[in-house]
């Protein structure tokens, strides 16, 4: 399959450009009879937009969806959905050297070779982090039917920028990470992080970090071994996120300084139903889910746009030069990444739950 | 498309089971043309059989390949080719309690909620390490296509285990990792794991660790964005090994520390040369190969077989209970993880390369 | 993979209903650097839409096509292209009673089942041939790719109608059948054919018929057996234009009643190219193409919406009743048919020809 | 997708030649929990396996199938099914010439430009209609599990040798098809049919024919427009049989010369269910069954391998020369291809069946 398609039963098709015309998707395989309006998926974007706070880039899109096709009075037909972001908020004219002078840690210098002298390399192209706009979108349905069909809750949130790392916190302080601007469920941290953010902005330089995803009420059962394994399928959809350098489950890289008896999660009865006592298995064993919370973690780098001079090549002359990345990005992508990361574990499990025969190809119709 | 195909256009189906009859492959896509006999496969699956030292599982299987299709008058035929290793040393006698009492850690709870009753049990049946043997067969083919069309050289060492981690090596050291049992480049680290790793044994116990692989050569231009990234497509094999917990490319978990400035890696010329000064990227960037080694490093959990008393579900009576893991296991799976690693890795690339119509689909004839 | 993504390396995603806001399409797997205007689109189009002549629905759509990503500066980029056509002249008034009425051979009752009560019945939705727009707008970029790298023409054109046939014609004949209504190559015919539609439209009927497509200088060696063969996917291609009941190749039926001797091809040489002397292969042998021009058939239903009395069902109150469709419909649907079998098989070709490496990822800038 | 891999949810992957060690498949994706023995496999192969009655090759096969895994205390264990014929009674004696003098209507000349000098050509390899055998396991799983789960019925029988018709018959007329050696209902016309195959035989000649094949008790509702129609998909599936030149569902190319209001079935209720009076539909609107009898018929063209002499091409001295055709073949293929025609619409149905949701992951344990 091509790369712009993404899985094989609730497909999402990503589509359009930083500065072209919009940027959209569409998503094949949602059952029919979902209540779906634009606002839904609105609720989704707002979160992921730019200019939420002065920590984000100062591009000014209110990022709002029209949806084309796939929904007829009210709910979802069961054809393909074709939702539209259209660019406002264009200002293209300090790209002009990007194609000759690859900006460091930037798709520049692949792209020339993937695509030749064609890419439109404009905001970065489909290069930017603008292009998870189409991503948020499919998450957004997926999102809904996931939580009305199989009550499944999908939470994501900063866990470490810059070095800061947050305390591990309860379930309710993480639904409340939303509430300051780097989504972080440790409110001190936060606050640290912010200071930090502030910082680096002020040298011309950038912040990494890390986000961590929950997945609540997931059915035991999904994943399809030996190579469509859960954890493969997330990972995978994680990776289409800009800037992912790692993913981990569970206890992800710690597992390599722990013991079996430390990391086998025991097996326990509450209220007449198997649970494991520890979750180092991250709520997938052998691929498949085990009814305890999906968990994960994707390490997010630092933008790679900054205002530092940094070394590059000059293509067109090859000769060795020096670059100042001018354009309005953000100092840390991280808090912006997080609807993205639920939207990508939405669909994902989605998929395998249809695979799994859960979800009825025409929903009951609410009212 | 179902659980036991892997890639589009070099692609692995993967069958049998830890105690039936064989495990086995069939690689579909291969080029016509290619020089393959036995031994090219035997010399990969040698490197992953058990009974290489005293370190793994006293089980005893020499582990011989047949090909059975595919292959006509020592070339590969352009048809698929399908791969058997019988199972000789079988014995199922410890295996009795699984399907009741689920093993933690193990996916015995998983595959019974995903296949029922049904499910082959025995020796862990589909999700038994064994099953790597058919990743392994498909990824010598993959490794002797790439070395002989592209030049491309792929290595994985071990980089920690049980909390002991190697120094960083040159290549040459890390040729040299496969001269100790536990593949490790810095071989005075190396010594240690092992006695780390008799010291678990004898405690009946288990330890994790972690290999670090890179691909060398790899041609520039290499994945398919926005999902099919060259990072999303090699993670998702690399799930489809048991244990593994994390997949980080370059900097990894690291880049959550560090600023743009630091882990931007400038671009430079050698040579005349595009090249990167550092490799945070790992070689790849906005899913694309960059031309530099691809470096990528997987966590692996603790082996989940230990013969530590646990507690776990008695299934048929719905009552905790205690179980001691009987059964012939490797007290570290990571140093016969390494070949399977490479294994993955090469398959992966390969399907890329096809895709970026660097492999001929008939070989020039090699005599 | 979901029902509304065709093929694998050069892909159709259509979206969109026949009275909702627009019909569209996304192609992924366009190489970069195809010059590529809107007006490459139209002229495909314009063969296709409705008002052509007073043999076609009344419903006036100028059928204007807009391409939303994907073309930078004029040339693809690589990147998925988005086209839309937006719908103007839509009529819903006639459709109140298909929900509950279904309209014998039309979609409406297998999409209650399928869909539920959510389909957009209106117009058809998903089921109209309106949809196959979409089919031609990436059709037309094939065509041109083929045209532009490997010199291929494909040449659709009508055989049949009511029952009329056509002569056998020479090539220049066929290019011509443009130049009627019906697109026929034998003029004669032709008209002949216009008489009868024009009668059975007096008498509220309609009428079937037949398509020939040739397409020429493809490359031998095209198609991937034992399952991807040229004829396979051509077929399930050609299936998707509503209405075609039977897909032939070569002799088609014929070959029923020929024996070995008659039907089997002689090889020969032509100017120092293996040639064969007839082709009642249809330029396919082994499902892989022999270099030959490839000779496929289709047969096209009579139109399903006929203005007679039909008996039916009642499905709210389930009792037999009877019904006149009303609305705007083609009396015969095969003469604009014909764009969309070329699209079908251009589409196709080249996702083969992209398998096998001879469509480069990027092409050579023209100017 | 590669070639050999059939479907996404009931996944077939062929292997295996005509002369090599064995002909084989893996099914992916049946579900746990069948009831399952080589018996089962082996009523199929029986059927079309050579030497049945004097009209079918002197080849001497037993075709003794042998699973080899996914099969665990006689149920299927939702696992990948390996299943292997191994060839026996192989003569390659008669296949010198045939890489330099490719056979007049064979894939000797595509099979040497696409898989060049490293196809093996012996007794046809890959393109032997030998390989059918692999279908024909794959098809034997899939009639079984729709007969327990749906009660579908798949009947196919020949309807035309040689042109020789069989007259429309009874479906128990049909279901007796199976006791004359050409498996036509009409006995009448079998005896001309055997008659007439004897006459091309003494001629070193051969025969084409056509083959019906009627699904009954598909449910309503399968199909995934607008690509992944059911007729797009059997069709696909049946152009991998050799041989065949077309695909017509219900009226098919009769369709050509009927007006809508002879060919629209008219819906109608019995006992309560909505049926439709006549089947020119096939079964099938819109690309989704309407729970009437699916009915297609393929033609086979007459076997291309006949002892007449035939013009073709010496392709190591590039000048035209004649050739006999030695081997053991049939006369006339159309018999033994009928049990192969039932096994592609049982794979493809129960493909749609389980995307459908109407195939458990897990059946119900048969004691």
Chains 1, 2, 3, 4 share one sequence.
Not at 27 to 37: F, H, T
Not at 72 to 101: L, Q, R
Not at 150 to 175: P, Q
Request: aromatic residues 4%.
């Amino acid at each position: 399959m091509t790369g712009n398609v993404l899985s094989n039963r609730f497909v999402l098709v990503s589509f359009g450009e930083s500065h072209g015309k919009c940027v959209g998707c569409v998503v094949d395989g949602c059952p029919a009879g979902l209540l779906l309006s634009e606002k839904d998926i609105q609720r989704e974007l707002d979160r992921r937009r730019p200019g939420q706070s002065e920590l984000t880039t100062s591009r000014k899109e209110i990022d709002q969806v029209e949806i084309l096709s796939g929904v007829f009075e009210s709910y979802t037909t069961g054809a393909p959905i074709c939702m539209i972001v259209w660019n406002k908020d264009i200002d293209s004219s300090k790209y002009k050297h990007v194609k000759d002078e690859p900006r460091p840690g930037h798709a520049d210098y692949t792209a020339a070779i993937r695509y030749g002298s064609f890419n439109d390399h404009l905001g970065g192209g489909r290069f930017s982090g603008r292009i998870t706009t189409s991503y948020v979108m499919g998450g957004a349905i997926a999102k809904k039917i996931l939580r009305e069909v199989l009550k499944v809750e999908i939470l994501a949130h900063t866990t470490e920028i810059g070095g800061i790392k947050a305390e591990g916190k309860s379930l309710d302080e993480v639904r409340e990470a939303e509430n300051n601007p780097v989504r972080c469920a440790d409110q001190e941290a936060a606050k640290q992080m912010i200071t930090r953010i502030n910082e680096v902005q002020a040298e011309k330089d950038s912040l990494g970090g890390a986000i961590q995803c929950i997945a609540l009420n997931v059915p035991a059962g999904l994943g399809d071994p030996v190579f469509n394994t859960l954890e493969g399928d997330l990972s995978k959809a994680l990776y289409a996120i800009p800037a992912v350098k790692s993913v981990e489950f569970g206890s992800g890289v710690d597992a390599a300084r722990m013991t079996g008896s430390q990391h086998n999660d025991p097996f326990a009865l509450r209220e007449g139903k198997v649970v494991t006592l520890s979750n180092y298995a991250g709520g997938i064993l052998g691929g498949i889910s085990n009814g305890m919370p999906i968990t994960c973690r994707v390490t997010i780098k630092p933008t790679a746009s900054i205002g530092k001079p940094q070394q590059t090549v000059d293509l067109r002359n090859m000769k060795e030069t020096t670059i100042e990345v001018e354009g309005r990005h953000d100092p840390c992508i991280v808090p912006r990444a997080v609807p993205v990361v639920e939207a990508m574990l939405a669909m994902v499990i989605l998929d395998h739950a249809i695979s799994a025969n859960l979800i009825p190809r025409v929903l009951e119709r609410k009212t």
